[in-house]
């Protein structure tokens, strides 16, 4: 099996080369790479022939695209059958190896997602927020496990609705795959958490339960930083709507999926909720208002109107 590893980097030129040594040190020897780069000074190919020898493809985006965008032109030029993003963090020595041999007990599988491993200084808090998550989501999909892998059914969906953890946004899928779910979405702040969605949508993927993703956190990624927690928390909560607005509009192009726009209005009534809450819980109390009533117009609930009794009153509701 020859899986493309696609590293999109921008400005990380020692983190890509540790990126590259931990593909280098694959036990598995079939896989090539696809560097997708809009850096400053760019990225030489005679330093990606000097590590990788000739498997290797660069692509320059100038200016840079973003990452969704980056990470696109990496499955459009991989010619693996199956394409793993790695960005700028590492694989563990065997990673390929487990991926290609997890496809070989389950040949239906279009999807395998791959659990990670935090490393870095922030790597404690981070793990243990992670493992929780990964937990939880496994309680409400409750996939089977078959020799370290996890097999979801059509429960996922749903369990995705309510926290995409970040195994879960680490795809090995086959190609054919990306073709049929599409790319990642370009613009979204979160484009990974809504391909992942889309994918449970289209197929039952599964998951390998052993960290083969080593995933940096060193305060280089939203994961990771340490300061202005409360603007983080924000554009979550605002990338949690845009996803769950995307969706219901996604459905009305590709209606056999219109059974799942109830569960998909549920969950971002919660996300408003959640929003509202934040708002509320952070002193800014007129801008809860907004986000507290369409949650309570879109999915009424008591605990709606508990928020509503300790927010502004009314008539300092903000106009318009």
């Avoid at 997890?102 to 493992?131: D, K, M, W």
């Avoid at 969706?247 to 549920?266: D, I, M, N, Q, Y």
């Amino acid at each position: 099996m020859l899986i493309s590893v696609a590293i999109p980097t921008h400005n990380r030129p020692e983190l890509l080369r540790e990126a590259l040594a931990s593909v280098v040190a694959q036990i598995h020897a079939e896989w090539e790479v696809v560097v997708d780069d809009g850096s400053t000074p760019s990225v030489a190919e005679s330093t990606l022939r000097e590590l990788l020898g000739e498997r290797f493809v660069l692509i320059r985006h100038d200016p840079a695209q973003g990452i969704a965008a980056a990470k696109n032109a990496g499955v459009v030029a991989a010619r693996g059958e199956v394409i793993l993003h790695l960005d700028d963090d590492l694989l563990t020595p065997t990673a390929l190896t487990q991926i290609a041999a997890a496809y070989a007990r389950h040949p239906e599988l279009e999807c395998l997602f791959v659990n990670v491993e935090p490393f870095g200084i922030c790597a404690p808090g981070t793990a243990a927020n992670q493992s929780h998550a990964l937990s939880k989501l496994l309680k409400r999909a409750r996939g089977a496990e078959d020799n370290g892998v996890i097999v979801f059914n059509d429960r996922l969906f749903a369990a995705l609705l309510k926290s995409v953890p970040m195994a879960m946004q680490r795809p090995a899928a086959r190609k054919a795959l990306w073709n049929k779910v599409g790319l990642l979405r370009k613009g979204s702040y979160m484009p990974e958490p809504e391909w992942a969605m889309k994918t449970a949508l289209y197929t039952q993927p599964g998951l390998l339960l052993d960290p083969v993703s080593l995933f940096r956190v060193s305060g280089q990624n939203y994961v990771s930083q340490t300061v202005q927690k409360d603007i983080q928390k924000d554009k979550h909560l605002l990338a949690a709507v845009d996803i769950r607005t995307t969706l219901l509009a996604w459905f009305f192009e590709h209606p056999t999926f219109s059974g799942h726009v109830r569960e998909v209005k549920h969950s971002l009534a919660d996300v408003y909720f959640d929003q509202a809450y934040h708002y509320q819980h952070t002193d800014n109390h007129p801008a809860a208002w907004r986000p507290l009533l369409t949650a309570y117009l879109s999915h009424p609930q008591w605990r709606s109107l508990r928020l509503a009794a300790l927010a502004t009153p009314f008539d300092k509701m903000p106009q318009g």
